[in-house]
Structure formats: C-alpha cells, structure tokens
C-alpha cells in the first residue's frame, strides 16, 4: 500500500479518514496545526504545526517528508463561519479563502514533487460551492471559498493531467462534524465512501466534482 497525506486530521473528516486508510494498510502522514488526542491513539505517523495557510509551514511538510513518494494528498483543511449581509467579517472572509480556497493549491504546489504518475490529489469540496445548487442568502465566505476552489481544482486537473497525476473534487455529504454542528451522516461513513470515490478515481474522472454517492454534481 501507498502513502497518504491528509490535511486538518486532527478531527471529523480527516481523523476518520486516518482511521480508514490505516485499516487498509496505507502509510499515513496526518497533517494538523496541533494534533488532538484522539489523533494521536490512531498510530498514524503525526506532523503538527502544519497550517494551510503558512507557506513556511508547508515547506516543512515537504522537507520531512524528502524524497518519499506520495500516491495520494487529500485536501481536508477547511473552516466556515455562518455570516450574513447584515453582518459580514472581511478579515474571516479572507481567511476562509486562504484556507478553504488557497490552503490546497499550496499544499499541492509544496509537495509536487512527491507526487509521481500514478498519484491522485483530492480535494473535499461542498455542494454550496455550487452555483446552481444556491437557494438561500447567507454564509458569504464559506460558499464564495468553496465556488474559488472549483475552479482551482479543474485547473490542478489540466495542470497536473501531462503528469498522469489525478485530481478530483469531492463533496464528503452532510456529515455530523463540528463545523455542521455534529448534524448528519457519521464522519466514519463518509470517510468510507470518500475512498470508495478514491479508489474508481482515474484520469478519465480528473477534473470531476462528484458526491460521495458517485453523483456528477453541478458547478
């Protein structure tokens, strides 16, 4: 089995995902600002301090891993905040982009070359990046940063498409973390339909935003 790399593991999402792939056999390398307790009980290997939006911090990333091969990079990092017109952030608007928009195009750029042909790069999107899925006001960073990495991650999928590196979009559903208020599917279910979306991924899909169920989603 290979190895992966998955950003914000600390909880939700990515700690089921670290739990998953470790079932499978895969080398896991779980990226975190600061590593939870129940992260570190998996046994997967750990590297803190590792913040998306710090280029200094994603060049440590790649210099601790070296030379190692990376056969798949999983772009989990993401926060929200629930604004409104009436009440809208502009410091919170802009770190929302520079995670959930920049953090993994600059993950991806940091660890390029570990990545070989053959790899994937996934990045968890959500449908309220959605333009035709948008039936309400409201929550103007978290949709604006999402509908930004949309288009990130169709240009990744040209960019990386001579280098047989495949990259797809992928919405994890409505699952019960922090972020959505613990409401929804179990993180674990996800994580599980996560990989199964992985593991059909190939250069044909690159450049596809997709449900967890399989479903072609609307950009």
Known sequence: ?????????????????????????????????????????????????????????TDRLRAHLGERPVDLLLNNAGITARESFDVLDVNMIREQFEVNSLGPIRVTKALIDNLRAGSKVVILGSRAGSLTAIESGGRYAYRMSKAA???????????????EIAVLLLYPGYVATEMMNFEGIAPTTSAVQILDRIDALGMQQSGMFCHVNGERLSW
């Open 1 to 57: 089995m290979g190895t992966a790399v998955i950003t914000g593991s600390n909880k939700g999402i990515g700690l089921a995902l670290c739990h998953e792939l470790k079932s499978r056999g895969h080398q896991v390398v779980a990226t975190c600002r600061r590593a939870s307790a129940e992260l570190m009980q998996t046994g997967v290997e750990v590297v803190e301090g590792i913040d998306v939006t710090d280029s200094a911090a």
């Open 149 to 163: 990495v949309n288009m990130a991650s169709v240009i990744l999928a040209h960019d990386l498409r001579p280098r």
